[in-house]
């Protein structure tokens, strides 16, 4: 695959099922070299949620490939530490938090 080919893409999506309730979604598509850059391994991060936070997602899923490219982290571990430990705020509630 050329460079490009292998440079990370993104986008949002909507699963909704029989009852018309929906779960809003959004995927990052990269690319992992592995043994000195002789083997390339697509992979696929996703963040699913309750409610259509695409701004969210999509900056949280380029800030996790920041994180476990810089420091040579699981991608999948940080993505599950980071759910299991992060409640949603209330409704009408704001929270930022810092990557």
């Given at each position: 695959a050329s460079e490009q080919?292998?440079?990370p893409t993104s986008h949002g999506?909507?699963?909704t099922n029989e009852?018309?309730?929906?779960?809003?979604?959004a995927v990052l598509h990269?690319?992992?070299?592995?043994?000195d850059g002789t083997v390339r391994v697509e992979k696929a991060l996703v963040v699913i949620?309750?409610?259509?936070?695409?701004?969210?997602?999509?900056?949280?899923?380029?800030?996790?490939?920041?994180?476990a490219f810089s420091k040579?982290?699981?991608?999948?571990?940080l993505?599950?530490?980071?759910?299991?430990?992060t409640p949603l705020p209330p409704p009408g509630c704001t929270v930022s938090l810092g990557l």
């Open positions: 080919d292998t440079q999506f909507v699963l009852f018309g309730d929906r779960l809003y979604g990269l690319w992992e070299e592995f043994q949620g309750t409610q259509p936070l695409w701004g969210a997602f999509h900056a949280f899923l380029c800030a996790l490939c920041r994180v040579g982290n699981a991608k999948e571990r993505v599950v530490n980071f759910m299991a430990e």
